[in-house]
C-alpha cells in the first residue's frame, strides 16, 4: 500500500480525526465490550499518520443501567494512565435523551454532534471522517486504520464519493437493536 498522506518530517505523521459513532439503547451487557473494542483498536500504520479518535455515544432513553455502566467505565478509564497503541490517542465522549427513544437514527445524528459539544475533552475539531458502531457490535483491532490507510490509496477525486464498510462481530451473536 503506498499512502498519499501530505507529511512534513519536521512535524511527524499526518493527524487524522475519526469520531466512532455508537447509537445506544437498553445495552448496559455489550456497551463496554463495544467501546473497549474501540480502545482495542492498533494502528501499523503510525509512521504515515496518527489516529485522534472520539468515542461518541448517545444513549436514546435507555430504561436499563447503560447510561450508569458507561459513566462508570469512563471513571475507571480516566485512572488509567496508559496508552495500548502507538499512533492513536483516544477519547469518550457520551450524552443522552431522558424524554423518550427516537430511535437509532436520531441517536446516530447527536451522537455526531458530541466532538464539537465537548471539545475541551478530546484534541482536534470534529471527525474528518465518521466511522459507525452498534451497542452490541465489536470492532476488528485494526478497523479504524486500515480504512483510513484504504481510503487514502484511492484517487482523491473518489474520496468524496464512497461508502466504506466493513465486517462486525454481534454481541451477542443474534442480537439487534
Sequence with gaps: MSLNFQTNSNEGPTAITVDVIVPMHNSEHTIIPAIESVYDQINPYHTKFQLDVAIC???????DNSFQVLNEFKLRRSSQKTTRSIGIDICLLFDRNIQQSMGAGFARNRAAELREKFSKECKGKGGEYLCLLDSDDLMRPTRIAEQISCFYDMD?????????GCQFERIPVDSTW
Design 156 to 164: 482523491s477525486g473518489n474520496r468524496l464519493t464512497t461508502l466504506m
Design 57 to 63: 455515544v448517545y444513549d436514546d432513553c435507555s430504561t
